[in-house]
């Protein structure tokens, strides 16, 4: 069975969130001055050291299942701090907003009495919000801790700073404060080794699959969506070999042509000729999902979905959802360039043969993004809402592929 194409998904929560904090073991004490506070402080790495941060040197830190994460402690567990990274390559589909972030905290913390704290001076913040509140560690089983948390978002990332401690206290926010503004993002851009320059043809093909391109953060103007370099490589044959199975370029041929000559169109043909023989198309459209909930052992929004794949069915016949199949195909080479399995001329030339079929057999992008919103649908079996948002929300934006003619004479230009 062939794993099939998802946005791009990380576990964002399976972080460790058990750092018991015990009550009662700080007092609120004098308030140290921030010089006596740094002389105490070390840097700390993430493990793929993108991040670099100040915590007292005397702080432990535990596994927190993500290259880009680091938590640290103290001795007795009274005071903690999460620091998460989310680079926008990676976490684009999950978090591409401060409100995302926030969110995130919900998955393992109550907060309560929050208030607005002043925005401490984080490096490169393009925005950011920070706050003191109340806590509830709901792992634990801890409440009334006081937390000092700060969500940021710079050009490469977006940032969680979240301090914990059994009690409130002037050194807890200046530590806080310290920690947030010596941030280091030790980020290099890499460079783009492509050596092919965006087209009008190239765009055209983006854009068979630039909504999928968009959902997962990355840009529909390139072809495959990320700069070409080592860390894009390694990252897309991970994604590859998760949600494909695809591992090297024997494997890559073969996705790829069971997509071109067999794909989810075969199963779709199955399924509707059957749901036709039971004698479906004797009953009327608006009536479809009555029917299928009354006869087949489906849920609502399966019932939705399939009855939407056979009303195209009954339009389109066998062809209805080519686009689902044909647009994965050109995301696909674009994958395979990204990692390394085909050149890029190989590539290019294989979208290029596809994205023909593609303009030969529709007429227009909205109709070619039917047909893929019927397939996802299917394939599925649930709404097509999200994806036809973004299609709507970047059909005009400058640049986008969609502002192309559809009847654009494609060009080999590499």
Request: charged share 30%.
């Amino acid at each position: 069975m062939k794993m099939e194409e998802k946005t791009v998904r990380k576990s964002l929560l399976s972080f460790c969130l058990c750092i018991v904090l015990c009550l009662g073991l700080i007092g609120c004490g004098g308030a140290p001055s921030r010089e006596e506070l740094e002389a105490n402080m070390k840097e700390f790495d993430t493990p793929d050291q993108s991040v670099t941060i100040l915590m007292d040197k005397s702080w432990k830190t535990v596994d927190a299942g993500s290259d880009n994460w680091i938590i640290g402690s103290n001795s007795s567990g009274s005071e903690a701090l999460i620091m998460m990274q989310f680079p926008k390559s990676v976490y684009g589909d999950d978090v591409s907003s401060l409100d995302d972030v926030e969110k995130l905290i919900g998955d393992g913390y109550v907060l309560s009495d929050e208030k607005e704290l002043e925005k401490p001076a984080f490096p490169g913040a393009l925005d950011q919000r920070a706050k003191k509140c109340k806590v509830e560690d709901k792992a634990a089983g801890v409440k009334n801790l006081a937390g000092y948390l700060l969500c940021a978002e710079t050009d490469y990332a977006y940032y969680m700073i979240f301090s914990l401690a059994s009690k409130d206290s002037a050194k807890q926010e200046l530590s806080f404060r310290i920690t947030c503004e010596t941030l280091k993002e030790n980020v290099t851009e890499e460079e783009n080794t492509s050596e092919v320059a965006v087209t009008d043809t190239i765009l055209w093909m983006n854009g068979t699959c630039a909504v999928l391109t968009e959902l997962n953060g990355w840009d529909y103007k390139l072809f495959g969506g990320l700069p070409v370099n080592e860390s894009n490589a390694a990252m897309e044959k991970e994604l590859l070999e998760e949600w494909w199975g695809v591992t090297d370029r024997a494997s890559a041929d073969e996705t790829l042509d069971w997509l071109l000559t067999e794909g989810h169109r075969a199963d779709y043909i199955s399924l509707m000729t059957n749901f036709e023989a039971d004698g479906m198309s004797d009953v009327p459209e608006d009536l479809y999902v009555d029917y299928l909930l009354e006869f087949y052992d489906v849920t609502e929004e399966q019932a939705y979905a399939f009855a939407n794949a056979y009303a195209a069915y009954q339009k389109s016949g066998a062809s209805a959802i080519d686009g689902w199949d044909y647009c994965r195909a050109v995301s696909l080479l674009g994958y395979y360039y990204l990692a390394g399995y085909y050149t890029e001329t190989e590539a290019l030339d294989k979208a290029f043969e596809v994205s023909q079929k593609i303009q030969s057999e529709f007429g227009s992008w909205d109709e070619m993004m039917e047909s893929y919103l019927i397939g996802y649908e299917y394939w599925g079996e649930t709404s097509s809402e999200e994806r036809r948002d973004v299609y709507e929300e970047i059909k005009y934006e400058e640049g986008s592929p969609y502002l192309l003619d559809w009847n654009l004479p494609l060009e080999k230009t590499w």
